[in-house]
């Protein structure tokens, strides 16, 4: 197209107000992205954690290496890429760089004003507990069926900035107390299955939980729905029955990639009375039955987890079954929970492994908990801490640890969701007098510059 004569006689005029408007605007930007900033022309990656140690099961990685993000995505993994490529640099040497972590076993369908009911009072807001301990994922664990799981997702699942994933339970309104989970009337496989196919890659599998009679048949219908679904059951064991014993379950009801949780708390015949761990557990495990930690308010004992690690019956996802009673108790957080397999003996690498990749696993969602190029770039960025730090179980025994996890840094889809030291951030006396906000909507979600 071509510009008239008058909008050319214009022109000089119009580069002037473009420059003086750029010089403006450009400052903050430029400061905030002082460590190795470019232009967005000249950069190849909007953000580069540079020099950290990188935990990547999925990839066999535990090295140094820098991590390079573009567009949400994890854009390059090596051992050294230039600042020069990148908007904005993040030193992390000294600190470990994992996937964002994923807990499997939470509660967060909350604010419905239901009293004593994991689909309203007993559960939390998830943001407020998650990006400060790495946690980008969580699933909540049943406290929706298929009649409020539409009430759940429009509340709290597409308000949330925590990735909210879903197992439906298998009663129809849910985890709401005993009234509804101990109606055999309301377990339904088919509309169950019906309604997780209406939001697959959301609803990632079924829950049968708190169950206090001696029948098979919420185990049973949960199943028939996973199986419809073509999606994981997992199983709260509720009541410990002698007509239907663990060992049954884990042999015989459940498939291969069904999920057994809170395996260390004692309460359902997990260690029989030699102090061993059940031997249908380990049938069980060699069906492909995968076992969970969902420590909680009352699923964690150290009498039953030590004896298990020492007899290396680990578990294969570490997960905190978070809700009101268990925030401020024994297991306070996915680290802290973390922090106690570390106090037994498991590496950095194992409890990171069981809390990223094995997850994503478990969950059947692959594209999540490892740093693949091209994997969504959730992130989080740990510190090792050495020290003397008390761990406490279910029943508040402590075991004593020299070891313990601090999340420095989350990222969300590439960009920074949690910063508890300013490591992305610039001293404030190095910023021009009247700075406002100083970071870049391509890296920062928590304080980007106006554009």
Known sequence: ???????????PLLLVVLAVVSQISTPVRTAAGRQGAATQAET???????????????????????????????????????????????????????????????????????????????????????????????ADTGGAGWRNFEDFKQRIIDRSKTRILAFLNIVGHGMRGEKFEQNLDDMEAAP????????????????TAHYAGPEWAPVERAVEAGTLANVPVMVDFGENKPERPLS?????????????????????????????????????????????????????????????????FLPDTISTDLHISSMNAGMKDQLNVMGKFLAMGMSVDDVVARSTWNAAQALKQEELGHLSVGAIADVAVLRLERGDFGFVDMYGARLRGKQRLVNELTLKDGKVVYDLNGLAREDWDSLPAEYQQTGDARWDALNPARR
């Not at 197209?1 to 022109?11: D, E, T």
């Not at 995968?290 to 909680?296: A, E, P, Q």
């Open 44 to 138: 190849k990656y909007d953000l580069l954690l540079q020099g950290g140690h990188v935990i990547d099961s999925r990839n066999q990685i535990s090295a140094v290496r820098d991590v390079a993000m573009s567009d949400g995505r994890v854009a390059a993994v090596a051992e050294a890429i230039s600042p020069a490529e990148a908007l904005k640099t993040v030193d992390v040497s000294g600190l470990y760089v994992s996937p964002g972590l994923i807990d499997i076993h939470t509660h967060v369908y909350t604010g419905t004003g239901e009293p004593r009911s994991y689909a309203g009072d007993n559960s939390v807001y998830p943001d407020g507990f998650t990006f400060r301990v790495g946690v980008t994922t969580v």
């Open 248 to 312: 049954e379950l884990v042999t015989e009801k459940l498939r291969p990639g069904d999920i057994y949780t809170h395996m260390y708390s004692g309460l359902r015949g997990e260690q029989d009375p030699s102090g061993k761990v059940n031997p249908g557990m380990r049938q069980g495990r060699k069906r492909g039955v995968l076992f969970d930690v969902g420590h909680g308010g009352g699923s964690f004992l150290w009498r039953i987890a030590i004896p298990a690690m020492k007899e290396q």
């Open 1 to 11: 197209m071509r510009l008239s004569a008058k909008i050319w006689g214009a022109a």
């Open 192 to 207: 169950t299955a019906e309604m997780a196919r209406t939001h697959p890659g959301l609803i990632v599998g079924i829950k």
